[in-house]
């Protein structure tokens, strides 16, 4: 199986539960385990809860992450840092986006403050 067969896999649905173990994370992600452990390295978000004998535990939200991990880094060929450039991107426009704002909003806040100021001064 080349590179390209073993990233086009179909991943399968994350179940509705709490906690993964690192082995179900592996299943779910096509990614070994040992790989995981070396991203948990590199990448700053991700950070599963350690419980009982340093065992792993994931959150929905990291298998997510490792997913799109696993997508920047075999499928569109980022590098290790080029995929944590890209996350960090990537999170910063979707809290732009949660916030709903955008720099000329911001602009405009501080050009109505400032006048609210003048007033109070004067």
């Not at 419980?51 to 990291?62: L, S």
């Not at 080029?82 to 999170?91: F, P, S, Y």
Request: proline content about 4%.
């Amino acid at each position: 199986m080349t590179m390209l067969d073993t990233t086009a896999i179909e991943l399968p649905p994350i179940p509705g539960k709490r906690y993964f173990t690192i082995g179900e994370v592996s299943e779910l992600c096509s990614v070994k385990p040992h790989v995981l452990r070396y991203w948990e390295q590199e990448f700053a978000q991700l950070k599963p809860v350690k419980r009982r004998g340093n065992r792993r535990y994931y959150q929905r939200h990291e298998v997510e992450l490792i997913r799109d991990i696993r997508r920047l880094l075999y499928l569109e060929g980022y590098t290790i840092s080029g995929a944590r450039n890209q996350l960090h991107r990537n999170n910063a426009v979707e809290s732009k986006e949660s916030l709903g704002y955008d720099s000329s909003d911001y602009r405009a806040l501080i050009a109505e403050l400032e006048d609210i100021s003048r007033v109070l001064t004067d």
